[in-house]
């Protein structure tokens, strides 16, 4: 009780007109130096507690019903912001800025954010089935959407997310490695198999990454911009049925390490591409292509090898 009483002199000394009974029920904790400007709403049914030197600007609803939500310190949190926490709490490091109208909703699965994160403005974090865990210096641009629905997405340090990226980790989830870069646009969507990337790699703009059978993604992989990675395929059998109903197969798709794929390339089910590999721009792949390949075409045949030049 001393604590809020001290917070609430904090508060008061701040903003003339604050109503702290409405405001700011029990079990909310606040470090000193926060700055909360108006139209904030706060619920507590659990505890929330605001690391040091917050600055939570105008329009910020925090609600923790079920769970704790915990803000390090040196946390800056935009306009609009929404952080709201049922079940296991919402956790974010020192040192994260999140920019305005962003939505960070933790729900049963939690949504544990290291420090030293951005977040560009309106960004949807939505942690629900296993949650989401973010590991410190990621970035992630405006208007990008990660929602783990009933699987998890990890996020190994220092990855990238330009803007507009959209990653689903419903089913085994997504698992991404430190130090990828993910350009404008890209999607990737477990589509209720398992997606896991390696280290250092990175996929260009409108690329599209699904899970269905699994996708395994290596180290140091580049895929150019507007290709699709596609481990599944619809049955089409009978007649009596529209394709769309037919139940698909997957199989997986298994890329190596240090692998280049040209622009608007399309890889197909059942496909494993070795290490070392280039596929030329435009390619359809349909079979799988050896370690240190240079393969082009329509559908993708090997051209040379790159241990002969
Ligand atoms: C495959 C690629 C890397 C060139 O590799 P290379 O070993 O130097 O190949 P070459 O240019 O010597 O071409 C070898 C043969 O493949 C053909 N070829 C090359 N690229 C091709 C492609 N994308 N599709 C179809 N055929 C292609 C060439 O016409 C040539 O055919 P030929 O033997 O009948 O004369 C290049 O053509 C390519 O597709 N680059 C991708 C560029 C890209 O997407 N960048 C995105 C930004 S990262």
Redesign the pocket.
Known sequence: MNLLKAVYRLLKSKFEAWDLDRTLPPNVQMGTDVQIERDVTIYGDYPVSIGNNCVLKSGVHLNAIDGPVSIGEGCVIGHHTQVRSSGFGITIGAGTVIGADADLFASTGGLTIGPQCTFGAHVILRGEGQGIEISSNCRVGMYSTLDSMNGRIFIGETTVFYNNCMVIGSGRGVHIESNCEFHQGVYIDAQGGEISIGKFSGV?PYSILYGHGGLKIGNYV?I??QSMLVPGNHRFDRLDIPIRKQVGTAIGITLGDDI?I???CAILDGVTIGDGC??????VVTDSIPEYS?A??VPCRV??SRKES
Do not use: T
């Not at 280039?278 to 390619?283: C, E, R, Y």
């Open positions: 260009s580049a150019a911009g280049w040209g622009a608007q280039v596929i030329g721009a435009g390619s240079v082009v075409g051209k040379r």
